[in-house]
């Protein structure tokens, strides 16, 4: 079992930054890869940013450029670090774990608006 805890998440005006954080614990050696989901209302949740095992990388392309997923494999945690945030990017974000099986926090809302 893995166990997820986001934190960083609140109300931020457009343009500005936050930076979510997501520590995992439990069977973390099991974990291939570390994504970070999104669902606004009344919309499906989505991949935003995802991280593997060997430091690649992916990008939806509505955040390229403006947000940057990253990892501390000493301290099992990892981040999304978001700029230029616009009132699209409000919803609640969710971490992910993905190996022989997949585990989900309990997310963190973003909200964008001035």
């Known amino acids: 079992q893995v166990q997820l805890v986001e934190s960083g998440g609140g109300l931020v005006q457009p343009g500005g930054s936050l930076r979510l954080s997501c520590a995992a614990s439990g069977s973390t050696s099991s974990i291939n890869s570390m994504a970070w989901y999104r669902q606004a209302p009344g919309k499906q949740r989505g991949l935003v940013a995802r991280?593997?095992?060997?430091?690649?990388?992916y990008y939806t392309d509505s955040v390229k450029g403006r947000f940057a997923i990253s990892r501390d494999n000493a301290k099992n945690t990892v981040y999304l670090q978001m700029s230029s945030l616009k009132p699209e990017d409000t919803a609640v974000y969710y971490c992910?774990?993905?190996?022989?099986?997949?585990?989900w926090g309990q997310g963190t809302q973003v909200t964008v608006s001035s």
């Open positions: 992910n774990a993905a190996g022989l099986n997949a585990y």
């Open positions: 991280i593997h095992r060997s430091g690649s990388t």
